[in-house]
């Protein structure tokens, strides 16, 4: 309401920024992590861990679209983008899933999300369009989508152990040296 755009913009970035690295550390430590709770049998689902926190990402992303939407009141679009989306995980999953098994499942889950987000932020530019007022930015929300899929390729392609673990507590480290620095989590 008081069209603090600039803040707002700087708080979105360090959300983004913190949940990108919380993603990040999830998908480099989740392998060892699963394999302690998980069943020996279950194990053969490990691959589909940074599948799935793609499809996290792409809703957390949403959610950013769905709050100024929600803040204009219109919930309808939100209603409707969610319909849409489920009517495409299901389709997806008619077809993925005799393609692929349950990674089928998986990937038709983040197509769907996918198809969620793009939805829901091209709904709040048509709003803001009206109002001269979006923020947020698309190319804020790729450069950091990209880094998550860097560390998914790295993921996938199994690397050590020790260097996942390695690298998740230099990231993390760098994160929270960045939160102490600025004074704030956001």
Aim: glycine share 6%; with cysteine; proline share 2%.
């Amino acid at each position: 309401r008081k069209r603090q755009y600039d803040i707002i913009q700087k708080k979105m970035k360090n959300y983004i920024e913190l949940f990108s690295v919380i993603t990040i550390g999830f998908i480099l430590l989740a392998p060892e992590v699963y394999h302690i709770f998980a069943v020996k049998e279950y194990w053969s689902g490990t691959g589909m861990i940074p599948i799935f926190a793609i499809g996290t990402f792409f809703v957390f992303l949403y959610s950013f679209s769905v709050n100024y939407e929600i803040f204009y009141k219109s919930t309808k679009v939100i209603a409707f983008g969610s319909v849409l989306s489920a009517a495409c995980n299901i389709l997806l999953n008619i077809v993925l899933i005799r393609l692929w098994g349950s990674y089928g499942a998986v990937v038709a889950t983040v197509l769907s999300y996918l198809l969620q987000f793009i939805f829901q932020h091209i709904s709040a530019m048509r709003i803001s369009k009206e109002r001269k007022d979006y923020f947020l930015k698309l190319p804020m929300y790729i450069g950091y989508f990209s880094v998550v899929i860097v560390f998914v390729g790295i993921s996938v392609i199994k690397i050590s152990v020790f260097v996942r673990w390695i690298l998740s507590i230099m990231i993390g480290g760098y994160e929270f040296y960045k939160i102490l620095r600025r004074k704030s989590i956001f």
